[in-house]
């Protein structure tokens, strides 16, 4: 049986290698389906820091490892770390500062986390996470009902699909 360091190997000197080596997207684009692929936690996370080593500073990966820490490995310090890397590339980047916002209030920092929801919001006024994300915050922090619905009715209005702001 081979371990997660040992089929990435594989994966390396494989035939498709030299194209994977040249074009480390090809590595995010596994990353972007490991929830599709019911990998186990530990390959996942390797496959991240694999990514990340070969592409450092790539926002896309940061942000989806950043979800992995925070959703999978119920890590937020992890994902604080990931997403303030990520945001020192792309300081405006709404998804960033919405998942940023959201681990800020993980960690009961409510006032940081207001701060970097209306950041989000201003790069994307209609960004329906960062606004679901910024609703939440506004109730089950501050209680305060009347603002967490407005944000949501403009998420809905945004976005009539997104299921978090039903």
């Known amino acids: 049986r081979q371990g997660p360091d040992d089929r990435f190997w594989d994966l390396l000197t494989s035939p498709a290698g030299p194209w994977i ?3 480390p997207a090809g590595l995010e684009e ?4 490991h929830q599709v692929m019911q990998m186990a936690e ?3 996370e390797n496959m991240y820091e694999s990514c990340n080593r070969l592409q450092p500073g790539s926002v896309d990966t940061l942000l989806r490892y950043a979800d ?3 959703n999978v490995r119920k890590d937020p310090r992890l994902a604080q770390e990931l997403l303030e ?3 020192r590339v792309e300081p405006g980047n709404a998804d960033g ?3 940023y916002g959201a681990v800020l209030h993980t960690l009961q920092r409510p006032k940081e986390a207001q701060e970097v929801f209306e950041a989000a919001l201003e790069s994307d006024p209609a960004h329906p ?3 679901t994300r910024y609703a939440d915050l506004c109730y089950r922090s501050f209680g305060d009902w009347q603002a967490a619905y407005g944000l949501y009715r403009t998420a809905l209005e945004a976005r009539p699909a997104h299921v ?3």
């Open 21 to 23: 080596r040249s074009d």
């Open 30 to 33: 596994r990353a972007r389906r």
């Open 42 to 44: 530990s390959e996942q």
């Open 68 to 70: 992995f820490a925070a």
């Open 85 to 87: 890397a990520a945001l």
């Open 97 to 99: 500062l919405a998942a």
């Open 129 to 131: 996470v960062a606004l």
């Open 164 to 166: 978090p702001a039903l």
